[in-house]
């Protein structure tokens, strides 16, 4: 009997030191994290258009910070919402106490008249930044799209009537941004998204047709412009699926 009560009693002051035992443990965890990863280096990879001390202030991440709360992708939406050059934001968390914030920059490649005022445009149709006309000199000029509105760091806005409209253009700004033919079309035409077309060199017309296979079009096209002579001028039509068509002037 004596054994049994003794037995009971250590039951009751376990079930009574548990709750203790895990709330100290609890306590100690905090305690921890509140005392150390203490953020001690911020650092920045990619900047360019802006400073890293911009970077880091709109980021809202400062040194003594808990790295453990802090939150990447908060910061991530913060930095992309109010610096539209930088088009994608990647945060690391590094334990102990480092941070990195890895940016890459959106590539001012078009311009748009909207407004009365030229709109710098990047390769996935997001507006950079209201231009001057010496900043929008030079630069492919976008025709037949009608935007709701521009706001910066956002993809055009468009009604959703348009929305094909908008993501052929995003399709085929892509297709000539990854070809490197940026800075040598003139005009891209995306009145009718069934007939886009744009101007090359002071040399092509050059015609897709639709907004679809992109990519695969601006491809035919560079292996068709080494095979003409450097005096022809004309129209090259990428319609016919794998045959595309030389028109001389």
Do not use: C
Request: charged residues 25%; negative net charge; glycine residues 8%.
């Amino acid at each position: 009997m004596a054994e049994e009560k003794s037995a009971k009693r250590r039951r009751r002051g376990a079930v009574f030191y548990t709750p203790i035992a895990a709330l100290l443990i609890i306590i100690i965890l905090i305690f921890g994290i509140s005392v150390f990863f203490r953020i001690a280096a911020i650092e920045v990879t990619g900047a360019g258009k802006y400073t890293v001390e911009q970077i880091i202030s709109v980021s809202g991440i400062k040194e003594g910070d808990n790295l453990i709360f802090v939150d990447a992708k908060a910061a991530e939406q913060k930095i992309g919402l109010n610096l539209p050059y930088l088009n994608e934001v990647v945060i690391e968390k590094i334990i102990p106490d480092r941070v990195v914030i890895n940016v890459t920059e959106s590539k001012s490649i078009a311009v748009l008249s909207y407004g009365g005022s030229w709109w710098i445009i990047d390769q996935k149709a997001r507006v950079l930044e209201k231009a001057g006309d010496e900043d929008a000199a030079g630069k492919m000029t976008i025709n037949g799209i009608e935007p709701v509105s521009l706001v910066e760091g956002r993809v055009i806005i468009v009604d959703k009537k348009n929305e094909t409209q908008l993501k052929y253009l995003i399709d085929v700004l892509g297709a000539i941004y990854s070809a490197g033919l940026s800075e040598q079309v003139g005009a891209l035409d995306i009145s009718n998204i069934s007939n886009i077309s744009f101007t090359l060199s002071d040399r092509f017309t050059v015609v897709l047709g639709s907004g679809q296979d992109a990519d695969y079009k601006v491809a035919m096209l560079l292996n068709v412009i080494p095979k003409l002579a450097p005096d022809e001028n004309g129209k090259i039509d990428l319609t016919r699926e794998g045959k595309p068509h030389f028109i001389p002037s």
